[in-house]
């Protein structure tokens, strides 16, 4: 079945340091992977997705996401985090069936 | 371009009850995906309706269902409400032509509290 895994239910950063968030996946075939940002009370915000091509893809906000296919991994990277970034994040994947299916979610705090 | 709209956004029900969540589309969407977040389980999927037919169905039980009309609005139902169902329910839309390769757009969601 295809997944994706996020192994940190929080990640602490202070404001200023790079931040990661880990994301593996299980797919069959060429994966469809994808990030979203979760602000308080609102929906999903869409901010990045590789689909083929170069492995580091760029999106919203100065966020960027490394796609390694034999790590099966696909985090999530900024080089300088803002407060503002303090977030729920989540990461997905587009199965066969053509559904998204998301992972469990990880909180980032970005420390003043 | 209105974005994914929910409503309503709040609602108390007590068990027994059953509740209907309404979702207007993107203009120009036609499929429309429903997911249930609850802090423990994350975002789970609920299904998703494509020009007013069930594409995709997650894995819950026969009270959860839904519908879409022929303007892309869909609603989905809870009947018989448990503890268990408080949750945001989260409605995404998206356009599915050629060009799209899975990118949703979501609403606010509609936070349900079950009493």
């Known amino acids: 079945a295809q997944s994706v895994a996020q192994p940190e239910d929080q990640v602490n950063v202070a404001e200023g340091n790079p931040l990661t968030v880990k994301c593996t996946y299980s797919?069959?075939?060429?994966?469809?992977l994808f990030w979203y940002v979760q602000y308080p009370n609102r929906g999903l915000q869409f901010l990045l997705k590789y689909i083929t091509g170069d492995n580091l893809v760029k999106g919203s906000y100065g966020f960027e996401a490394e796609f390694n296919k034999s790590q099966t991994s696909f985090h999530l990277k900024k080089p300088s985090a803002l407060v503002s970034d303090s977030a729920l994040y989540f990461c997905?994947?587009?199965?066969?069936?053509?559904?998204?299916?998301f992972g469990k979610g990880t909180r980032l705090h970005i420390l003043p | 371009k209105a974005g994914v709209t929910q409503t309503p956004r709040y609602l108390i029900k007590t068990r027994g009850q059953q509740v209907t969540l309404s979702c207007s589309p993107i203009s120009g969407h036609r499929s429309v995906s429903w997911y249930q977040q609850t802090p423990g389980q994350g975002l789970q999927f609920l299904f998703e309706?494509?020009?007013?037919?069930?594409?995709n169905k997650g894995n819950f039980p026969g009270r959860f269902s839904g519908r879409q009309f022929s303007n892309s609005r869909s609603e989905m139902n809870v009947s018989t409400l448990e503890l268990g169902d408080s949750a945001l329910y989260l409605c995404a839309s998206s356009s599915k032509d050629v060009t799209n390769t899975g990118e949703l757009f979501f609403g606010e969601g509609s936070r349900l509290t079950v009493l």
């Open positions: 797919v069959s075939g060429n994966p469809y």
């Open positions: 309706y494509f020009s007013e037919t069930q594409r």
């Open positions: 997905a994947v587009r199965d066969r069936d053509d559904k998204i299916i």
